[in-house]
């Protein structure tokens, strides 16, 4: 399983990637792999300001739904064009081209709360 050290990990599988004030976000190559082949995903709260662990969208695979949740409050700025026409590209590539949201972080100590690779590693092992 891949967990990049440069990421920061919540307990619900969501991976962040802080860059200055802003920060990108996606699901976790853990969280792909039990999804399995995700055929569709729903964000609609482009321009929305959420708080930590608020619903930004749902992902659907061929056998399940399931919610995405905020790692940190933020105001969502962009979504992944990708994912309209090819939302396997998650599967492929979930730390990469697969990102979900770009967000305007709110409170950035919120990222000091967050698993380091090392510890997410801990979690999806347990």
């Known amino acids: 399983m891949n967990i990049p050290k440069n990421l920061k ?37 482009v321009g929305e300001t959420l708080n930590k662990e608020e619903v930004f969208g749902t992902i659907e695979a061929v056998k399940t739904v399931s919610d995405m949740l905020m790692p940190v409050s933020g105001e969502i700025i962009e ?29 950035p100590a919120e990222l000091s709360d967050l698993y380091d ?3 997410y590693a801990g979690i999806t092992h347990s």
Do not use: C
Not at 84 to 100: A, H, L, R, T
């Open 79 to 107: 979504k992944n064009p990708l994912l309209d026409n090819s939302p396997e590209i998650v599967n492929k590539d979930p730390y990469g081209e697969g990102w979900m949201i770009k967000i305007k972080v709110k409170n």
């Open 9 to 45: 990990y919540t307990k619900d599988h969501e991976w962040i990637r802080a860059e200055g004030e802003f920060a990108f976000i996606g699901v976790t190559d853990f969280a792909q792999s039990e999804l399995g082949d995700i055929v569709f995903i729903e964000i609609e709260t």
């Open 117 to 119: 690779a090392d510890g």
